[in-house]
């Protein structure tokens, strides 16, 4: 005869862990994100350097202008700061991510959200949202505090010189942090990824207008820098 036997240990079939209720949701990721960006002290400085640079040099253009018609129109006293102010937005971006790799609390972030689109998209937001709000309030105060100086004022009631350039400005603004946060995706190193931002937006606009002094063959070199970041702002 035959005895039946009970299932050992090593036959059994294993029990599933049960599945926990609380899973990390988007926004929850985002607000992770916000919390984070706005706890860093190197974010506060770098928003402050960006809004006095900003209205400082708004104030300096309107006091220089004041005599005399410069050909252009006055809210661009309050947008051309934006051509210093990039470089400190594109720092903000790349410090906002290439910060966690450094620390290694980039490993807390992924193990919460394993997904790492997920935490760049929600980086992204956060850091563009920051520096369009940044932006939208350093071109409030530049415009109260020119207004005074500017021997011509803006007028408001036509939107392709006064609203229109300030909010393309706003836009470059959050779009140069994003190019700042997309080298330091890549690159994962602060010094790396701020030295890609600044040869992109400063220095290679630079390096490229010094070849229109060249022949017709070194044309294209000169076309090729209207695509580049800065001249779409």
Known sequence: MSTATAPTASTASPTPAPRSPYHLTFPRVVRSEWLKLLSLR??????????????????????ALRDFDAGFAPVMVIVMPMQFTMLVAGILGAIAITGEYSTGMIRSTLTAEPRRGAVLVAKALVVAVVLAVTTAITYA?????????????????????????????????????LIGLGFGFIVRNGAGAIAATVGVLFVLPIVLSMFSFAGEGWKWIVDASAYLPVSGA
């Open 42 to 63: 190197s974010t506060w400085w770098s928003l402050a350097i960006t809004v006095a640079l900003s209205v400082g040099i708004s104030l300096l253009m309107a006091s």
């Open 141 to 177: 105060i530049a415009a109260l505090a020119t207004a005074p100086i500017l021997k011509t004022a803006i007028d408001w009631s036509d939107p392709k010189t006064s609203w229109f350039p300030l909010l393309a400005g706003v836009f470059a603004m959050a779009t140069f942090a």
